[in-house]
């Protein structure tokens, strides 16, 4: 029942930076752990990024330092700062609930860093 919208990527510079949203159809929005995730060509998924619904947050080692994840839970949205951006960084970048996930993923958004 749970529909996820990605949004906010595109093409940008090394050392550039972009902000990504995530649009989520969910009644439990406000409760539920939610993360980021992304996946290269040829690379499984991983989680970059998580907030818990009081705002904790965990980042991945690769990421730590240079993404920012943040909710509005009024607007049932999950963004992702991301800041320093590298090549490595370039996947297809998806949103999720850390538990409880939503049976089908979004069409995620493509980010791509040129170096």
């Known amino acids: 029942q749970v529909q996820l919208v990605e949004s906010g990527g595109g093409l940008v510079q090394a050392g550039g930076s972009l902000r990504l949203s995530c649009a989520a159809s969910?009644?439990?929005?406000?409760?539920?752990?939610m993360g980021w995730y992304r996946q290269a060509p040829g690379k499984q998924r991983e989680l970059v990024a998580q907030?818990?619904?009081?705002?904790?947050?965990i980042y991945a080692d690769s990421v730590k330092g240079r993404f920012t994840i943040s909710r509005d839970n009024a607007k049932n949205t999950v963004f992702l700062q991301m800041d320093s951006l590298k090549p490595e960084d370039t996947a297809v970048y998806y949103c999720?609930?850390?538990?409880?996930?939503?049976?089908?993923w979004g069409q995620g958004t493509q980010v791509t860093v040129s170096s």
């Open positions: 999720n609930r850390i538990r409880e996930q939503a049976l089908y």
């Open positions: 969910d009644r439990d929005f406000s409760i539920n752990v």
């Open positions: 907030i818990s619904s009081g705002g904790s947050t």
